[in-house]
């Protein structure tokens, strides 16, 4: 029995010892061959595009990456899993996926946001990008073909110099566009999304203003103000700047809501009542709204409005640095060098630091040669 008890212990001891060795798969581990996990995500407007890859290394395998069996071409059995038409998985280890918090177009086609898993069908020349409602497999092994969201063919590029460590990156960036970018060895797969960036914007403040920003003004002024400076939705714009100035809800009376109205009304050309709302609203301007109405209209080509502002800012605020900045730019506006150099003068003994006396001086050097400041 004791030699029988010593033979028990002795195997228990053993496999207590072996076994985590032989279970370390169930473990959080650095990824297969030491590859890299990376991500990198930029924003369209409102629009969020995050891509989430393992980053296999060339390791000295230049030219013997494209075509092989490091990155086939076409469908390939691979051996494993229920797909015997496997593309590249367009990285390591795990799906590559691509994550749009908005919808997008890639290469001109329409992509839902959600998040996709990503691989390429390698070829000579061309290539194809599908973009998978799979995201949580390993690699290409389980694809399937009846789980594409959206295929597009694309041309690869050559690379100058190889890269090491397989990475995506965003380029050729645009107001409302990006060019993503993965770049291998010396080939590099670019594809171009694009949002509707005006479309976001107008769709995030209808929504918001369904919820506690609705219960301030400011957030029907900031959205009416959008609509004017894009030249977009302005009857919806024009329905936001009364909801600002209603004052049986949150609105108010006030020089920036009623501003704000006034100029929805000038963008549809409803130039009276325009100019009607702005006479009731410019007595309850400051000395910044009125400073800054005037920069409106100089940038809207209303030199002489502008002056006339500005004149009614200095009226109300005589002599100081910001009404007579105002007439220096209203004056030169207007073609009147001379008598704008003469509130430039006043500005820059007044100005508030060096910095801002340097820009003042700089501007009326400017005058002093003939040309608009504005």
Avoid at 206 to 213: A, G, V
Wanted: charged share 25%; proline share 3%.
């Amino acid at each position: 029995m004791k030699k029988q008890k010593k033979i028990f212990i002795y195997i228990f001891f053993s496999l207590a010892i072996s076994f985590p060795l032989n279970a370390q798969w169930i473990l959080h581990t650095v990824g297969d061959g030491n590859n890299k996990k990376a991500s990198v995500s930029e924003n369209i407007g409102l629009a969020k595009i995050t891509i989430s890859y393992d980053r296999p290394g060339v390791k000295g395998r230049e030219g013997k990456i494209w075509g092989t069996d490091v990155a086939h071409y076409g469908f390939k059995d691979l051996g494993f899993g229920t797909s015997s038409m496997c593309p590249w998985r367009a990285g390591a280890n795990e799906n590559t996926t691509i994550s749009l918090s908005e919808n997008v177009k890639i290469e001109g086609k329409e992509l839902a946001a959600g998040t996709y898993g990503f691989f390429i069908m390698l070829g000579e020349t061309d290539d194809t990008l599908i973009f998978s409602k799979r995201n949580d497999a390993w690699g290409s092994f389980y694809y399937n073909p009846a789980e594409d969201a959206l295929r597009v063919v694309i041309k690869h590029q050559a690379l100058p110099t190889s890269v090491e460590w397989l990475k995506f990156d965003f380029i050729n960036q645009t107001e409302n566009s990006s060019t993503v970018a993965l770049m291998w060895e010396k080939r590099m797969f670019p594809f171009k999304v694009e949002a509707d960036i005006h479309k976001l914007q107008f769709d995030s403040f209808t929504n918001e203003l369904k919820t506690t920003p609705g219960f301030n003004w400011l957030g029907y002024v900031q959205a009416a103000r959008y609509c004017i400076d894009n030249n977009m939705e302005l009857e919806q714009g024009l329905k936001w700047a009364d909801q600002a100035i209603n004052e049986r809800f949150v609105g108010q009376k006030n020089f920036q809501t009623l501003s704000t109205k006034a100029n929805v009304l000038a963008k549809m050309g409803r130039n009276a009542e325009a100019e009607k709302l702005m006479a009731e609203a410019l007595p309850m301007g400051n000395v910044t709204n009125l400073h800054q109405y005037g920069r409106f209209l100089i940038g809207s080509k209303k030199a002489k409005e502008a002056l006339a502002v500005y004149q009614l800012n200095y009226k109300n605020n005589p002599d100081v640095y910001t009404t007579n900045v105002g007439l220096m730019r209203g004056y030169s506006a207007n073609g009147d060098y001379k008598k704008a150099m003469t509130y430039a003068d006043k500005a820059i003994k007044q100005a508030p630091d060096s910095g801002t006396k340097e820009y003042v001086e700089g501007l009326r050097k400017k005058l002093a040669q003939g040309s608009d400041i504005n």
